[in-house]
Every structure is written in C-alpha cells, then in structure tokens.
C-alpha cells in the first residue's frame, strides 16, 4: 500500500512539536524549513492535523502549532487518518460483473473471500498502527526537549 507524503511529514511535525521546549507554539513556515518541504503543502498537513483535533492552532504574532494532547494519546492511526481519511483501503467498482460468469451464488461466495481478506488486511494494518504512540517513538531520545527555534536561527 501506498500513502501520501503527507504521511510522513504529519508524523514528524507532530514530534517537533512534542520535542519543542516548554511546549512553545511553532509557526508553520518554521516547521517547513526545519524539514525542509514546500510551506504551502505543509500548511495544508497541519490543517488536517488540526482538524482531526491533533494540534491547535493560533493566528497570533506569538501564535503558531502545540501539540493538542499529550503524546501517549496521539497514535500513529490517527496521524495517518487525519492525512489518508479514515475510508477503507479497497474500493470495489463492480468490474467483476463484466469478466465472471459464474452462477450468482458461487460468484458472491468467492468475491466475499476476496472481500474478507483485503478488509482482514486493512484491520490488521490500522490495528498495528494504533498500537505505536507519539511517545514510544520518542521514548529512547537522549535530548528530551529542543527549541526548535533558536536551532533555526543559529543556520
């Protein structure tokens, strides 16, 4: 299976965000720069990260991103849903109607068991990822805590 970009770099605003000293807010642009991604796709990430109630947001001179909980409550799962979507991997466009013939009953019983297994997957992947926290990632790091942006403007 293949994710969006935007995947990876919610992952990794969401731990600057929890590596980030006394809990700072951080602008956007800083974040972009620090991963060096385009400012205009990053800042659509974090809208959806704040939409799905992952991070806050503050408009202000002094405003930017914090983390909206603690990173023990954040899960992988969520950040790939608050990107993907929270739909289901397979779409099925009815295509078999036009290459099967098999009788109606056989036809359904084996497109069931195709079905069942794609959504057995799907169960399997969302489950692993719920299991792993923003704070098990984060949880042999030596240097707790940065400031994100004093490392900025010392480049």
């Known amino acids: 299976m293949k994710f969006k970009i935007g995947v990876e770099q919610a992952i990794y605003v969401v731990v600057i965000l929890a590596r980030q000293k006394d809990q700072q807010p951080l602008k956007s642009k800083l974040l972009s720069q620090i991963l060096q991604v385009s400012d205009s796709y990053l800042h659509k990430i974090t ?5 799905a109630g992952i991070v806050t947001t503050e408009a202000s001179k002094t405003g930017g991103l914090t983390l909206a909980r603690s990173t023990t409550k954040i899960t ?8 993907e979507g929270e739909g289901s991997f397979a779409s099925w466009n009815n295509l078999r ?3 099967l013939r098999l009788d109606g009953e056989a036809f359904n019983e084996k497109f069931d068991q195709v079905s069942q297994q794609f959504q057995k997957a799907e ?6 990822l719920a299991r792993v926290s923003i704070a098990d990632l984060l949880s042999d790091e030596t240097a707790a805590y940065v400031d994100w ?3 900025t403007a010392d480049d």
């Open 149 to 151: 942006r004093q490392i």
């Open 123 to 128: 169960d399997d992947y969302k489950n692993t």
């Open 76 to 83: 992988l799962l969520d950040i790939f849903q608050a990107v």
């Open 97 to 99: 109607d036009h290459v």
């Open 47 to 51: 809208h959806q990260l704040a939409v």
